[in-house]
């Protein structure tokens, strides 16, 4: 079984810095890619960005390419770390974030093909 649960989230300032973490554990977790995904308010879940399962392939979304980073470290046996690096934040990236398994593929662009998520984690940025 895996799990996945997401920290870091909290109010900032737009410019602002923050991290988020995402912690995998569970049985060969080491052998999957992980996505970071949004919700903002009042809209649909949307792709933000994903790692491959060795961390050598990274996919951003567009609305993030140059401000977003992310990356994987094996911390022990069954459990991986993903962060999700976020610099210069704007008001629109005010969402709650989720953190999530892809067993099939090397990081896809599609929540549909992630079947293990978190609870999220709230980022609110204020203008």
């Known amino acids: 079984q895996i799990q996945v649960a997401e920290s870091g989230g909290r109010v900032v300032q737009a410019g602002d810095s923050l991290t988020l973490n995402c912690t995998a554990s569970?049985?060969?977790?080491?052998?999957?890619?992980v996505g970071w995904f949004r919700q903002p308010p009042g809209k649909e879940r949307e792709f933000v960005a994903s790692?491959?399962?060795?961390?050598?392939?990274?996919?951003?979304?567009d609305s993030v390419k140059g401000r977003f980073t992310i990356s994987r470290h094996n911390v022990h046996n069954a459990q991986n770390m993903v962060y999700l690096q976020m610099n210069n934040l704007k008001p629109e990236d005010t969402a709650v974030y989720y953190c999530?398994?892809?067993?099939?593929?090397?990081?896809?662009?599609?929540?549909?093909?992630?079947?293990?998520w978190g609870q999220g984690t709230q980022v609110t940025v204020s203008s």
């Open positions: 999530a398994i892809d067993r099939y593929y090397s990081g896809s662009y599609y929540s549909h093909n992630y079947d293990y």
């Open positions: 790692v491959s399962q060795s961390g050598g392939s990274k996919y951003f979304a």
């Open positions: 569970g049985s060969s977790v080491f052998d999957y890619a």
